[in-house]
């Protein structure tokens, strides 16, 4: 399961508002290979879920995530922090052995980089 915190989906819900995006619109949660640590986060909206899909409810809000997405990701708390000087979501992964400076990216535990 991939889950978000109050702050996540409150931030979440004022894009949807603000852009004026469907009500079917979810969050599309994935991985994808780059960044400085191996794989990078892909975090956008998507009102689309196909066969390979899991979906989860948070808040109302829909969290879509690809199945092999899902191996890395499991377990995920995506959260938006307000702060000035560090504002915007982060991602507690417990599948994480490293991640890089900024969090946008991740080495998953028991992969060999190298």
């Known amino acids: 399961m991939v889950s978000l915190t109050d702050n996540a989906i ?10 004026k995006l469907s009500e079917e ?11 400085c640590a191996g794989f990078t986060y892909v975090f956008d909206f998507d009102d ?6 899991e979906v989860f409810d948070t808040g109302g809000i829909k969290v879509i995530v690809d199945r ?11 959260d938006f922090n307000t702060g000035l000087t560090d504002r915007g979501f982060k991602f507690n992964n417990p599948k ?9 990216s991740f080495t998953p535990k028991g992969i060999d980089q190298g």
């Open 48 to 53: 689309k879920i196909g066969d390979f899909d």
């Open 10 to 19: 409150k931030e979440i819900k004022k894009v949807i508002v603000e852009n």
């Open 25 to 35: 619109t979810g969050i599309r949660l994935g991985i994808k290979g780059g960044g």
């Open 68 to 78: 092999k997405s899902l191996l890395y990701i499991d377990g995920t708390s995506v």
């Open 96 to 104: 994480a052995d490293a991640a890089c400076g900024c969090g946008t």
